[in-house]
């Protein structure tokens, strides 16, 4: 027979065992990566069968308050009151009586924070009387504590995964956007083309195109799809692609084609978004050039100091079903004439008092420096974008399209 003193040794050991077994299987289970709904079953055997507890609730944040563990309990638990009946609960505590149904229905809170963030509530019937059960207290906070603190580093784990998922996912797009702009602008005796585009995010809605036809003629076109990011560049190859095909296999009235492309925005962006778009077809013989400003900035052609703004048009694409009206503008450009097109990120960028960069300020850069080549002219006017905002950030897609006509 054992003394007394004896008796609470053996007991005393077995809780050690107890206690010792428990923080083991917790932990080879989180050092094997196990899913959260098996350290959910191992803490749950922990509690009811080897600690003997028949009635508790476990609370725990993720995204949001969910309650994985319910046993002994059929009430219902409102999660959205959770952070307003139980934040204030910093420590283990004794609920004596409490208006909240879910509280009053336990004589235990155990509360878990992490850096000052509420990460679990375990909810516990318990007889205090026992000293056997409240003995346990402290051993079960550290024990939810060491559960919700693994299934949080858990999460935001998986969440670094998705996120670098998503890193490396948006380079691809990045590089394979890169390949949608012309790679290879002319510069000659005839013209010297160039183009600076900085996306807002790692790919952008901007987009600049020029297709050569054959014969000295081309098309040079800029578009700017509304919103930004992925969707915004998803539309935007699209539009690309169509383009290209449109005139890899003959040429079209430009009426016609707004009105194709037109159709083939509203089919894919069911009109959630719409495009801004402006295209030319130059002729570099007879020095003609035809063109629809569809709601797009207008571009702009300088020679000398005159400045001849281009905004014969029609609404932008995607805007309505059928577009009301096209108006075709055509040109004849003179000689040595620089074609400025842009989009909207480069005269809306705005200073640290709020006031855009400006159409004004940009034809006065471009006169300024047309005598240059059109890729040291582009890089003078981001130049003075990057002083106009200072320690701002570009808050939209940015690009400049440049042309000189000899």
Known sequence: MYTTREQDLVYQNEVKEIKLLSLLEITNAINENAPV?????????ILKDQLGFSKFVLLMHQKEWENPVKIGYKGKINLNTIDKEFNRFKEITIIESSKSKLLHQFQVII????????LAFLLLASNLDSENETSYFSFVQTLTNIIAV?????????QHIIKERISKELEVAREMQKLLFPSDLPSNRKMDISAKYIPRHAIGGDYYDFIPLGDDEYIICIADVSGKGVSAALLMANFQATIRTLFKYQRFEMPFLLEELNKKVMRSAKGEKFITFFIAHYNAYNRKMQYVNAGHNHPFILNGRKVMMLDKGCIGLGMLDEIPT?????????????FVLYTDGLIELENQDGDFFGVPRLIKTAQSYAALKMEDMNNIVFSKLDDWREELNFVDDTAIFSCKFF
């Open 111 to 118: 509360p878990v924070f992490h850096s000052e963030k509420p």
């Open 326 to 338: 096209i108006e075709v503008g055509n040109i004849q450009l003179e000689p040595n004439s620089t």
């Open 150 to 158: 693994a299934i949080e580093n858990k999460r935001l784990g998986e």
């Open 37 to 45: 709904d098996h350290l959910m079953k191992i803490f749950t055997f």
